[in-house]
């Protein structure tokens, strides 16, 4: 399928199934391409990596780089292997997923997915393709099949040999008129003409019994005559018909942790844990300190290039004179986006898992920088999974044990401020003080920025605020919060701080009553599934609208609160309700966009509900639109241009909706000029002000058509109150302002087909 073919089915499909209103559009996806899983040459020298992000081509003459993703037609950006087919001049990437994607000497693609969809495959990922006798072997999970050049299947490997259905295969090779299959069972070996792959009784199984050092094996290189067998603890060779235990760490403990072996010619080469050996020289490659290793051996034009992959910090590297040489595109740190916010100035800033210590990374002007303890030195630690950003342009980062840092933007750069135990009130474990747990922080009317607490019951402040000035303070809870386990919270409009448990403790609430100094008029609240309708004791997310409701996000769906005033209030009944649009889903992350719709991320995609959550206005999943994945982790708004950002655990995606902040005063223009209806899709009216009547006129005033929106812009498909497209001529955009009153115009020239 080409890729305007399928960009194009993209935009028909969803299109189809959105309002006007939340229709997305100029989609773009991000991820990290620094975890490869395979490389392969092309003819013309370039080499494709496959990545759990997508494919990238690099070109060694001029060092440029160009991507894929699932855009650009990829069926999945988990891609497992790659590899480039001489015959064809064709490009073949298997993903985790089982499909497979054939990027064309033409430049089109194919893609086959019967694997994918095979109901009798438990398992899809595809590991290897190995072209031979004008067939294309696939190996997976699920075993192997073969395939004609015409995309036809041939036969499903159920049985090879003695080994049960659906063996896993490592890899295949051809030694000889022979197909060797490697598997975590044994070796098995069948004539390469084989007509019937299915039948056991055509392979020859060879396995510890016929003496391999064991069962176990993971990969395998022919060196002349011989066959050799990479386990993890060992090699073993097979030649003549005959198998045996060629080198063990019996012997030394070089043949320890082997993960994979090949050959550069005459030697076997083996990746193992932080280092690649050849068998008679030693270490040939060691990448750096906790960088997971292994290596590809490729002959092409008879040089021998090695190759190495990078898994933890990210990359793919080429061993030229005893050095290594890394190349990567420039991408977000890792493919995992947890949280999400957008600054002052339109960059958007994006932390990872807890536990993984991916960092913090932004997106700038459609760059990405990556700022961790290896990018930066006034970084400490890794730790970043919550981001929080403000109009006074500060950015927030909550961290797992690292306390909480400011930054604020200096010039061309930022500046990193760390709060700990050191410099603030903040407190962490009780045997592990300076272990502070620290989420999503809030600024209140002031500018103070209220930072909630997380020990799992261990003593210390349940909030602590922190101003410019470098003032701290700290509050406490009473017996009606006897636990710190909070890392998310909210303020609104009456400075009451809203904050949510991980830990089965509820909903709490706090108002100071703008007397910080004074705890007697303090008014503190928890609600949980026993005083209160709230459907879960460990809320996901909070989000106040700009109505000052309270939207929150539960594992099995959403509450709301409409009178969040009375939680200032000593004594004063705080009502929560249930929504039942989206009842019984895991609700991720909410995110109200420009006009006050909701955004709600599950893992089932994300459903945009209308201003009072009484209507789907729309549901977007991997299946109507290009979103990477459906299990949505945080969803973050760029208010000044519409953008919305969907971050994953896969990757990151981005579009452009309607919703847009409007402006203060009118400053109306269209496009495009002219406007032919029927063939342009529609006319864009941008510069609308805040609650706008628009108005459709003739050049004498004859009215055409009425719309309103609540957006700085939006859009007229060119036709008249009756659903007519209108003549050709000169008409007049007339904006009003509701709110306001504040009006603005424009001309159309309209030509009609």
């Given at each position: 399928?080409?890729?305007?073919?399928?960009?194009?089915?993209?935009?028909?499909?969803?299109?189809?199934?959105?309002?006007?209103?939340?229709?997305?559009?100029?989609?773009?996806?991000?991820?990290?391409?620094?975890?490869?899983?395979?490389?392969?040459?092309?003819?013309?020298?370039?080499?494709?990596?496959?990545?759990?992000g997508g494919v990238f081509r690099f070109s060694p003459q001029d060092g440029a780089i160009e991507e894929f993703r699932n855009i650009?037609?990829?069926?999945?950006?988990?891609?497992?292997?790659?590899?480039?087919?001489?015959?064809?001049?064709?490009?073949?990437?298997?993903?985790?997923?089982?499909?497979?994607?054939?990027?064309?000497?033409?430049?089109?693609?194919?893609?086959?997915?019967?694997?994918?969809?095979?109901?009798?495959?438990?398992?899809?990922?595809?590991?290897?393709?190995?072209?031979?006798?004008?067939?294309?072997?696939?190996?997976?999970?699920?075993?192997?099949?073969?395939?004609?050049?015409?995309?036809?299947?041939?036969?499903?490997?159920?049985?090879?040999?003695?080994?049960?259905?659906?063996?896993?295969?490592?890899?295949?090779?051809?030694?000889?008129?022979?197909?060797?299959?490697?598997?975590?069972?044994?070796?098995?070996?069948?004539?390469?003409?084989?007509?019937?792959?299915?039948?056991?009784?055509?392979?020859?199984?060879?396995?510890?019994?016929?003496?391999?050092?064991?069962?176990?094996?993971?990969?395998?290189?022919?060196?002349?005559?011989?066959?050799?067998?990479?386990?993890?603890?060992?090699?073993?060779?097979?030649?003549?018909?005959?198998?045996?235990?060629?080198?063990?760490?019996?012997?030394?403990?070089?043949?320890?942790?082997?993960?994979?072996?090949?050959?550069?010619?005459?030697?076997?080469?083996?990746?193992?844990?932080?280092?690649?050996?050849?068998?008679?020289?030693?270490?040939?490659?060691?990448?750096?300190?906790?960088?997971?290793?292994?290596?590809?051996?490729?002959?092409?034009?008879?040089?021998?290039?090695?190759?190495?992959?990078?898994?933890?910090?990210?990359?793919?590297?080429?061993?030229?004179?005893?050095?290594?040489?890394?190349?990567?595109?420039?991408?977000?740190?890792?493919?995992?986006?947890?949280?999400?916010?957008?600054?002052?100035?339109?960059?958007?800033?994006?932390?990872?898992?807890?536990?993984?210590?991916?960092?913090?990374?932004?997106?700038?002007?459609?760059?990405?920088?990556?700022?961790?303890?290896?990018?930066?030195?006034?970084?400490?630690?890794?730790?970043?999974?919550?981001v929080a950003t403000f109009s006074d342009g500060s950015v927030w980062l909550g961290s797992w044990g690292g306390g909480v840092t400011?930054?604020?933007?200096?010039?061309?750069?930022?500046?990193?401020?760390?709060?700990?135990?050191?410099?603030?009130?903040?407190?962490?474990?009780?045997?592990?003080?300076?272990f502070i747990v620290t989420g999503i922080v809030a600024k209140d009317r002031d500018n103070n920025t209220w930072v909630p607490a997380?020990?799992?019951?261990?003593?210390?402040?349940?909030?602590?605020?922190?101003?410019?000035?470098?003032?701290?303070?700290?509050?406490?809870?009473?017996?009606?919060?006897?636990?710190?386990?909070?890392?998310?919270?909210?303020?609104?409009?009456?400075?009451?701080?809203?904050?949510?448990?991980?830990?089965?403790?509820?909903?709490?609430?706090?108002?100071?009553?703008?007397?910080?100094?004074?705890?007697?008029?303090?008014?503190?609240?928890?609600?949980?599934?026993?005083?209160?309708?709230?459907?879960?004791?460990?809320?996901?997310?909070?989000?106040?609208?700009?109505?000052?409701?309270?939207?929150?996000?539960?594992?099995?769906?959403?509450?709301?609160?409409?009178?969040?005033?009375?939680?200032?209030?000593?004594?004063?009944?705080?009502?929560?309700?249930?929504?039942?649009?989206?009842?019984?889903?895991?609700?991720?992350?909410?995110?109200?966009?420009?006009?006050?719709?909701?955004?709600?991320?599950?893992?089932?995609?994300?459903?945009?509900?209308?201003?009072?959550?009484?209507?789907?206005?729309?549901?977007?999943?991997?299946?109507?639109?290009?979103?990477?994945?459906?299990?949505?982790?945080?969803?973050?708004?760029?208010?000044?241009?519409?953008?919305?950002?969907?971050?994953?655990?896969?990757?990151?995606?981005?579009?452009?909706?309607?919703?847009?902040?409007?402006?203060?005063?009118?400053?109306?223009?269209?496009?495009?000029?002219?406007?032919?209806?029927?063939?342009?899709?529609?006319?864009?009216?941008?510069?609308?002000?805040?609650?706008?009547?628009?108005?459709?006129?003739?050049?004498?005033?004859?009215?055409?058509?009425?719309?309103?929106?609540?957006?700085?812009?939006?859009?007229?498909?060119?036709?008249?109150?009756?659903?007519?497209?209108?003549?050709?001529?000169?008409?007049?955009?007339?904006?009003?302002?509701?709110?306001?009153?504040?009006?603005?115009?424009?001309?159309?020239?309209?030509?009609?087909?």
């Amino acid at each position: 399928m080409k890729r305007t073919l399928f960009m194009l089915w993209c935009c028909l499909v969803f299109s189809a199934t959105v309002t006007a209103q939340i229709r997305l559009e100029s989609w773009r996806s991000h991820s990290s391409m620094n975890t490869a899983t395979d490389i392969t040459i092309d003819a013309e020298g370039n080499y494709w990596v496959s990545t759990i992000g997508g494919v990238f081509r690099f070109s060694p003459q001029d060092g440029a780089i160009e991507e894929f993703r699932n855009i650009d037609a990829l069926s999945s950006m988990d891609c497992s292997t790659i590899a480039y087919d001489p015959q064809s001049k064709n490009i073949y990437i298997g993903s985790s997923n089982g499909d497979i994607d054939i990027y064309t000497s033409q430049g089109s693609w194919n893609r086959i997915t019967d694997i994918r969809f095979a109901k009798n495959l438990t398992k899809k990922k595809i590991n290897q393709f190995l072209f031979a006798n004008n067939v294309v072997f696939v190996a997976g999970d699920f075993g192997f099949i073969d395939y004609s050049y015409s995309g036809a299947p041939g036969t499903y490997a159920q049985r090879i040999g003695i080994f049960p259905q659906q063996t896993e295969v490592k890899q295949m090779l051809v030694w000889n008129d022979s197909l060797v299959v490697v598997t975590p069972q044994g070796i098995a070996i069948t004539a390469l003409n084989n007509t019937s792959f299915g039948n056991p009784m055509t392979w020859r199984s060879i396995t510890a019994n016929q003496g391999l050092l064991n069962n176990d094996c993971h990969s395998a290189t022919i060196i002349r005559d011989s066959l050799f067998i990479g386990h993890s603890k060992g090699i073993s060779v097979y030649k003549n018909g005959i198998a045996r235990v060629r080198y063990n760490t019996k012997q030394a403990e070089e043949f320890d942790n082997i993960i994979t072996i090949d050959n550069n010619g005459d030697n076997i080469v083996m990746s193992k844990i932080f280092t690649i050996e050849q068998l008679d020289k030693g270490i040939i490659a060691q990448p750096t300190f906790h960088e997971f290793a292994k290596h590809k051996t490729i002959i092409a034009n008879s040089t021998v290039m090695l190759f190495t992959f990078f898994t933890q910090n990210g990359g793919i590297g080429i061993q030229k004179d005893g050095k290594q040489e890394k190349f990567i595109p420039i991408a977000p740190f890792a493919n995992l986006f947890t949280s999400l916010a957008v600054d002052n100035t339109g960059v958007l800033w994006a932390s990872g898992d807890r536990d993984r210590g991916t960092g913090t990374y932004i997106l700038d002007n459609g760059l990405w920088k990556n700022f961790n303890t290896s990018t930066r030195k006034d970084i400490s630690e890794n730790g970043t999974f919550k981001v929080a950003t403000f109009s006074d342009g500060s950015v927030w980062l909550g961290s797992w044990g690292g306390g909480v840092t400011r930054v604020l933007r200096k010039d061309n750069d930022y500046e990193f401020t760390r709060f700990t135990n050191s410099n603030s009130p903040l407190i962490g474990l009780k045997n592990a003080p300076d272990f502070i747990v620290t989420g999503i922080v809030a600024k209140d009317r002031d500018n103070n920025t209220w930072v909630p607490a997380f020990a799992l019951g261990d003593p210390g402040p349940t909030l602590t605020m922190i101003n410019d000035q470098g003032n701290h303070k700290s509050f406490f809870a009473p017996l009606t919060l006897p636990r710190r386990t909070y890392t998310d919270v909210v303020i609104d409009a009456n400075d009451t701080k809203w904050f949510a448990s991980r830990d089965e403790d509820g909903l709490g609430y706090f108002n100071e009553k703008n007397t910080p100094d004074n705890m007697n008029d303090d008014v503190w609240g928890v609600l949980n599934t026993g005083n209160s309708t709230i459907l879960d004791n460990s809320p996901s997310c909070l989000e106040i609208d700009k109505n000052g409701l309270l939207w929150i996000g539960t594992s099995a769906g959403l509450n709301v609160i409409y009178n969040t005033s009375n939680a200032a209030r000593q004594g004063g009944k705080v009502t929560v309700s249930k929504l039942q649009t989206i009842s019984n889903q895991v609700v991720r992350d909410i995110a109200v966009d420009a006009v006050n719709n909701k955004w709600i991320a599950t893992n089932q995609g994300v459903f945009v509900l209308n201003e009072d959550g009484s209507e789907i206005l729309a549901t977007i999943n991997i299946q109507n639109s290009p979103l990477v994945d459906n299990d949505v982790r945080a969803i973050a708004f760029d208010y000044q241009s519409g953008k919305v950002y969907f971050g994953t655990e896969k990757g990151l995606s981005e579009a452009l909706t309607l919703a847009v902040k409007p402006l203060d005063d009118f400053n109306i223009s269209v496009y495009p000029q002219p406007f032919h209806p029927g063939i342009d899709t529609e006319l864009i009216i941008e510069g609308l002000g805040e609650n706008s009547g628009v108005h459709i006129v003739g050049i004498d005033g004859r009215p055409i058509r009425s719309l309103s929106t609540r957006s700085r812009k939006t859009v007229w498909d060119g036709k008249d109150e009756f659903g007519n497209y209108v003549d050709t001529g000169v008409y007049v955009v007339q904006g009003v302002s509701a709110t306001t009153e504040k009006a603005g115009a424009a001309k159309i020239s309209v030509l009609k087909k």
